[in-house]
Structures are given as C-alpha cells and as structure tokens.
C-alpha cells in the first residue's frame, strides 16, 4: 500500500532503528549512541517531525578547544572557522538545520580564497543556519546583498558604468534555474544591470568594509529580463528568478540529489514541484516530504560528505573538538568548509577517488589515536571472532554487512595465524589485530556510504 | 631539489638478485632484454634500495613483504612503452588576447583601454600576436620548435557557463549528459583492469576527464605521499591490515557500498604500485623546479620520477596554479599564475630531457573558455569563447592551429573571439596521432573535425 501526502509517496515500510540511523544520516550527521534506537521509537512522522521542528538548539558535549586546551579563534585563526563549524555538526541538537546550513554552503558556494575574511565567511554561515529550513525567496534575497557573496562574486563591483556579470550569471545558472534553462545570454547582460549599485569601501588595515546600496551606482534604465520589461534592481532580479517557471523544477531536483543519490521519479518531481509552489518557496515542507520519500529509505546508500563523516564518527565516539588537525584532513578528504573548489561548490557525486579515500583514512587514524592499545601493555583475546565483536563493540556495532564482516574475520583470522608458534607474538598480536580492525571498520564501505 | 648522478653502472638483473637474495627468498625470473627502469631521477640502484627501505626493512622479509616488493619492482620495471599524455587546466577561463596579445591588430588597444600589453616579443608565425612577458619558458620552449600554438581554439556556440563548457571540453563532445571523460574512454578500450597508474589526476581528487566506466584510475598529490598508518599496528600485522584494505572492495549491489569498495580495491592496487616512493627521502630531480607554495611544481617533479623509475602511466591530467577567472585585477593575477606555469613547463620539459624520456611525453594545455575582447572596466573580462591552448613536447609538429581570427571579423556578436579550431579535432587528431588509435571510438562524431597535424 503506497500512501502519499500532498501527493509524494511516503514509506509505510518497517521504521526502527536501523532506518532511523540512515535518516540520521541523510538528515544530520549520524547517530550518537543510542540516538537512532530512540528516533526509531518515534516512527517515521514523530522523527520526520523532531528533525524538522527541532526547537532551540542545545549543544551537548565538551566545549571545543586546540589542542593544547585553548578556545577557537574562527575569526581568526587559519583552520578555527572549519573545526568551530564542525564543532556545531558534532554537539547540536538541530542536526538537520546544521545539515541544510551546509547545503546552503554548498548551493551557494562561496571560497574564503576569494573573500579574504573569515569574519565575513562566519557571517555568510549565520545568514545559512537562519534560513536553513525557512523561505527559499528570503534566502536568495539575503545571499545576494551578503557581502563575502558580494567580493566572491564582484556583486560590489558591479555598476552601472561598468556592469559585471558574474553575480548575473550564476545566480541563475548555480542557484536558480540551472545551465541554459529558460535563460539568454541576453538575460544574464541585463539581469547584471539589475543587480548594479551594491558598493564597498577598501581600507589598507581592515580590507573590505561599508558595505551597502548605493542608488547613484545603480543602473535605473529599462531592462527586459526572461521578456519582462521594467526598470528592474536587485529585489526584482530575485524575484523574477524564484518566480520564474523552470525554477521550481531546478530546486526540488537539486534539493532531493542532496538527500537520494538516485533522482526522484516523474510524478514525486512533479508533485514535490507544487508543494514547493504551493507553500511559497518555503524550504520546510519539501524537505520534510523528502524524508518520509520510499526512495530514501529503500533505495542505494550515500557517500557521506567528509565532514559528515568526519562529525560522524566524533559522535559515534562522544568525542569532542580538541585539536584543529580536523581542517587539514578534511581537506585530504576533498571538503574544507568555507573553501568550496568553484562556484559550483563540491561534487557531491564523486566524493571518494583513491586520494580522498587516504584523506578518510587518516581521519580515521586520527579519530582512533587516543584510543590505540598498547601491544605491550594491553591485553586482547586470541580469537578473531571475538576480536571482531570487541572492535564493534567498540563502534556502538555499526551495521555491517556480510561481505565486510567476512573481510574483517579473514584479516583477523591471517594476523593471528602469522603469530602461531612464537610466544611473543601470541601476546602482542591480537592487541594490534584489535587496534587495526577499529581502522578497517572506521573506513570500512558501511562506514563510508549510509 | 637537488642534482643527482646518471646511472650508476650496476645491471638491473644483479641488482634485483641482491635485493632479494638479502631478504633470503628465492629469485624472481629475470628475462633477458627485460626494459630497464628508465632514467634518472630515481637511479635503478636508488630505485630498487628504495623499494627495499619501503618493504623489507620494514617488514623483515616475510612472505607479505616480499610479495609487495616484487609487485612494486614488477609494476616499475614493466617499463612502459605507451606514450603519455598530460593534460593542464587552467582553470576559469584564461584570457587569450593576453596570453598572446594581438598587439598588431588595431582594434585592441579600443577593445582593451586599460588592459592592453604592449611590448615583448611577437610570435615568428603571426606576428600580430606578441607572448605574454611571463611566459618566457613557453617562448623558449617554441623556439626550440617545441610548442605547437592554438591561438583560438573552442567550438561554435560556446558556452560561457564554466562548468557546461568545462564539462564539454573534459567529456569531448557538447554533450551535458555523457559522465565518462575522454581520456577514461580511451583507456576503457586501451587500458588495463588491475592498473589505476594508467590514469593518473595529480591533485586532490579525480579530473572528470579521466573518469572511465570500467578500468581503474587514480588521483595522488604526489607519489612520495601514499602512505597509510595505523598507530600500534606495524609489522606482520601491518601489512595484513593494508592488505585488507583490498579484501573490503568485494561489496554487494548496493551502488553505494559499490563505489566505496571499488574505491578501496584501487587503493589496494595504488598503494602497492607506489610502495618505492614511500621513504622519507621521497624523489630526487635532475633540474631544479621553481619554487612555490603552490604544488604544481612538485607535482611535476613526481611526474618526471614516476616516469624516470618506469611506472606504468599513460594519461595524467593536473590543474595549472593560478587564478583565471579573471572578473577584476586581471593584469596581476594572470602575471603570476602564467609565469609559475611556464617555468613549471619549462623545468618539466628539461627534466625529461635529462631523462631521456621526452619523445615519450606530450603535453596539453587547455582552458574552458577565453573572455571577450572588450574589457569590463574592473580591469578584467568576462567570459568569452574561443581561447588559447598550447601543445609542448620534442614530437609536437610545431605547426600553429587554426589562425587568429582578428577583432575586425574575429568577433562573435556577443563580442568573443570565434573558435578557428576546434578542441574535438585536438582530441581526435592526438588519439590518432599519438595514441594510435581510432577516434572514433572514443569521440561522438569524429568524423565529422577535421585532423590537423599535431604530432611530427
């Protein structure tokens, strides 16, 4: 039996706590222990409900902290805005405005490389957790006067003298309607006259500042924009874009690819459309139907971001921020946040390649550093089945599949064989044999995609 | 780096039976003939103790240790034969009428009020057109008939979104919907199913171009830097833990179990065929490379060792540093990231020299776009169409491609320069000329671009 609200299909399928913890997934940054067996308490609609209407955030756990013991400086010190950020992903109790907060990041992708301030970066991330969940129209308007979005893409050195049209072009390409859908090259020249008269001032000690509207800047002629005549600025500018027919399209499609690998079949497209419509280009509502959608819960799993992942398994463990080694690698894992590669933000369709899978590799490595056993001191039992047990155990019992299972106990299973017979190894192994099955399963293909 | 002596006089066969005679095990098979590791930068004897610093004095020689050694020797000493082709973004959308600046056209100087270049030296085949004063490595490099020049190449209709056309010249055809690169389909048809080296990214993830559907291919920062660790694992245990890393990428149907073990299966591969260059001494180069925070020098410099020790790559891509998508402040941004990609070029070009492995390599250097022609009046440009490419190595046929259109009727009428060649026929053309094999195979449409002579 299939049943549908506002038309979208909703599953109807078993809902405990495996299914909580892929939600978990998708919607946040996964479980800490005991989270998904008391999400799977709720049902679908009270979890769907509790990550879309979370209330006030608390955060839970040890205040972040370098590693020897002193406060972030996200404002300032180089890597403190990734791990203060990643700090909110490991301790919040929103995650899924934490999650959409990074989607926005990703949508409208702005590098620190091109802004130069970390001070208006962190600004750009309030703007993102305010309208994580709200009206995607209020979000568009906010972005395209923020001032990193502003320096990142020349917005401020748009005028009418002499128009600039990068801001122009992706925000209909990148963030609106897509690559040559329902838009000219005619339509970038004079949506970029639309969007003159943002300025800012440039002082030899703090850079860029004063940011604001300045009408004498801006371009007040006639424009025609996807054929509409006026003397539009940069209010009309968005407002046309959001209003404009290929744009709902555009929006649920990229919406959904950050929450289904596999895209959305005719009727959920058509059907998410007009509830996004319906609703007023509000946010909430679409993503709530995508996470009560079959397609999430039965279909492929997900590559996790690196942060994800990375926030994921400091959650697993209860382990706080406490060094800012995070930054570096993330980045070998492909995503340092607030440093997106382009415009077009992270591909999140190719996450793992043989050199973000290192990256992975080493969060892993050091996510596990503290809690490596001493071969000499330890003790661990002779038994590669056991051995297993205790390196679940030691995970919370992530669900892992036969074939995982089956390479762990064949790992394990050949290290002990290699210490038959001398009696130190005997001893000493089985504690290595301990220490590596934590690796395997930290990068393990469960582990990696949920 | 630092210069380091040719090939010291010991064969490779006696040095293999020592290697391994030392680590008390039997010895591999020795063919006469057998292709020497190329080179220099790693010496064979350097190459093989390195090998051995990596795995046995680690491990002691067990059967493990040993087993990953002769695959690292096999893999280095196949030597192969194919040429290579490097392929280097610029990445933004480099601005062709600075690079080559056609000084001698007399709508530039109005096209260009506050941009215009004016001196340096023009180029001997057009002599409207004049290098940009930071690429004096490439201009050497010409006039050593080494550079073949595209002075306005793209295709009509460009696109000026930089990822739609990005992802056009990457993919080969204007085709938004093919997800293979065109280098991957190349090597789907030519490559091998258990050599990721084949298609190597030199950054921080894969060049779509690579992308392929069947066999593997990889992405490194460099071949020194593949290391894995586990703190408390070493020995025996180590290296059953590293090789486990293979054993996760047998998964079940799920695509997303399936993309994470095939990943982990290519690193199992990877991981092995780099096992020489894991040491803290990393590589040594026979020219000194610029000096850069940016790591495109040194990659470079790995690039020439791989080659030098004799791994088996055949299609490698990296980005160039610098930053192209120049809106604003183009005349500084530009002087830097072109000057540190030809002196790169330059070092790399004369390290495979030194190697003896030049006649084996060609370079491509491509951008998504060129910009207009006129400037915005933020001292920079915006996003055009056709724009310039470059072709470097001893066997290019040193002939430019396609003409420069001229600003008087050269213009498109949104004010770009138009395409005189097109990128598809570079491709086709270089997998006929280069490669050796059939375009069409690997190009939508090939039949239908013409082939111009690129390879001498």
Redesign the interface.
């Known amino acids: 039996m299939l049943s549908r609200v506002a038309g979208v299909a909703v599953w109807r399928g078993t809902f405990g706590a495996a299914e909580a913890e892929r939600l978990l997934w998708r919607a946040g940054f996964g479980p800490r222990p005991g989270e998904a067996q008391k999400l799977g308490r709720l049902g679908l609609e009270g979890a769907v409900h509790q990550l879309t209407n979370p209330g006030r955030e608390h955060l839970v756990g040890p205040r972040p902290h370098d590693r020897n013991g002193r406060p972030l400086a996200p404002l300032d010190a180089w890597g403190h805005d990734h791990v203060w950020w990643l700090d909110r992903m490991v301790r919040t109790s929103r995650p899924l405005v934490e999650r959409m907060t990074l989607i926005w990041h990703d949508w409208f992708a702005t590098s620190n490389d091109g802004v130069g301030s970390q001070r208006l970066m962190l600004d750009q991330n309030h703007l993102f957790r305010k309208h994580s969940l709200g009206s995607f129209h209020e979000l568009l308007l906010d972005v395209t006067r923020d001032p990193a979005m502003l320096l990142w893409l020349n917005g401020s050195d748009n005028s009418k003298d002499s128009p600039n049209e990068n801001y122009a072009r992706e925000m209909m390409e990148l963030f609106t309607l897509g690559a040559d859908r329902g838009y000219t090259e005619h339509d970038v020249r004079e949506q970029a006259r639309a969007l003159t008269g943002f300025r800012n001032n440039w002082d030899q000690n703090l850079g860029p500042v004063k940011f604001r509207y300045d009408p004498s800047y801006h371009d007040p002629g006639r424009k025609t924009i996807f054929r509409h005549r006026g003397r539009f600025n940069w209010k009309d500018s968005c407002r046309l874009c959001v209003t404009h027919p290929d744009h709902p399209s555009f929006f649920v499609l990229k919406l959904w690819s950050y929450f289904v690998p596999e895209a959305p079949d005719h009727g959920t497209q058509k059907a998410l459309e007009r509830l996004y419509k319906s609703s007023k280009y509000a946010v909430r509502p679409v993503v709530a139907a995508i996470l009560r959608h079959p397609a999430l819960h039965r279909g492929p799993r997900l590559v996790k971001p690196p942060v994800v992942y990375n926030a994921g398994l400091l959650r697993r463990i209860r382990r706080g921020i406490d060094t800012t080694d995070w930054t570096w690698l993330d980045s070998m894992a492909g995503q340092q946040l607030f440093y997106p590669p382009n415009v077009g933000g992270w591909d999140d369709t190719r996450w793992l390649d043989t050199a973000t899978w290192r990256g992975r590799w080493w969060i892993a490595q050091y996510v596990l550093d503290r809690h490596a056993l001493d071969p000499g001191k330890a003790h661990q039992p002779y038994d590669a089945q056991k051995l297993l047990d205790g390196a679940c155990t030691f995970w919370h019992d992530p669900p892992l599949g036969r074939a995982t299972r089956h390479a762990l106990t064949t790992f394990a299973h050949r290290a002990l064989h290699d210490a038959k017979g001398v009696a130190w190894k005997r001893e000493q192994y089985p504690v290595m044999v301990q220490n590596a099955l934590r690796q395997l399963i930290a990068v393990s293909p469960e582990l990696q995609a949920a | 780096m630092t210069r380091c002596n040719h090939c010291d006089g010991l064969s490779r066969s006696r040095l293999l039976h020592r290697a391994l005679a030392e680590a008390g095990h039997g010895l591999p098979a020795i063919e006469p003939g057998m292709p020497l590791p190329a080179g220099t930068g790693l010496t064979r004897r350097r190459f093989l103790t390195r090998s051995l610093g990596a795995a046995v004095a680690v491990y002691g020689g067990?059967r493990l240790g040993l087993r990953a050694l002769e695959e690292g020797i096999a893999a280095a000493a196949s030597g192969p034969v194919a040429p290579i082709l490097v392929s280097i973004f610029l990445?933004g959308g480099a601005d062709g009428l600075s690079v080559l600046s056609p000084q001698g056209d007399p709508l530039y100087k109005q096209l260009r009020p506050q941009l215009a270049l004016a001196g340096g030296t023009p180029l001997a085949e057009d002599d409207r057109l004049y290098w940009h004063p930071a690429l004096t490595g490439l201009q050497q490099l010409y006039s050593e008939q080494k550079v073949t020049v595209l002075p306005a190449v793209g295709y009509t209709h460009a696109?000026?979104?930089?990822?739609?056309s990005r992802h056009y010249w990457e993919v080969g055809a204007t085709d938004?919907s093919l997800r293979t690169g065109w280098l991957g389909r190349y090597l789907d048809r030519a490559g091998r199913k258990d050599n990721?080296l084949q298609g190597l990214?030199l950054?921080?993830?894969?060049a779509p171009a690579l992308?392929t559907a069947r066999v593997p291919v990889?992405?490194?920062?460099g071949p020194d830097q593949?290391d894995?660790?586990?703190?408390?694992?070493?020995g025996?245990?180590?290296q059953?833990?590293l090789?486990?890393?293979g054993?996760?990428g047998?998964?079940?149907a799920?695509?997303?179990?399936?993309?994470?073990?095939n990943?982990?299966a290519?690193?199992d591969r990877?991981r092995r065929q780099l096992i020489p260059f894991q040491s803290s001494n990393g590589f040594e180069s026979p020219v000194t490379y610029p000096q850069s925070d940016d790591p495109f020098p040194q990659r470079l410099a790995g690039l020439a060792a791989m080659l030098g020790a004799g791994l088996p790559l055949h299609c490698v891509a990296l980005t160039a540093p610098g930053e192209y998508d120049t809106?604003?402040g183009e005349p500084a941004a530009l002087t830097q990231g072109l000057q540190l990609t030809a002196d790169s070029l330059l070092a790399f070009q004369r390290d495979l020299e030194a190697r003896g492995l030049a006649d084996r390599v060609l370079v491509h250097v491509w951008s998504e776009f060129g910009r207009r022609a006129a400037e915005?009046?933020?001292s920079?440009t915006?996003?055009g169409a056709a724009g310039v490419g470059f072709l470097v190595g001893t066997r290019v046929a040193g002939t430019m491609v396609g003409e420069f259109p001229g600003l008087q009727k050269g213009l498109d009428a949104?004010g770009n320069v138009s395409a005189t060649s097109d990128f598809r026929s570079v491709y086709a053309a270089l997998l006929e000329q280069w490669f050796g094999v059939d375009a069409a195979a690997v190009i939508p449409n090939a039949r239908s671009f013409p082939r111009p002579k690129l390879v001498a």
């Not at chain 2, 696109?159 to 739609?164: I, K, L, P, R």
């Not at chain 2, 799920?254 to 073990?261: K, N």
């Open positions: 067990s990445e696109d000026q979104s930089h990822f739609t938004t990721p990214s950054e921080d993830t894969l992308a990889a992405s490194i920062s593949y894995f660790y586990s703190k408390r694992v070493w025996e245990v180590e059953r833990m090789e486990a890393i054993l996760l047998h998964q079940p799920d695509a997303g179990l399936r993309t994470a073990g990943v982990a290519q690193v990877l809106h604003a915005n009046g933020d920079g915006d996003h949104d």
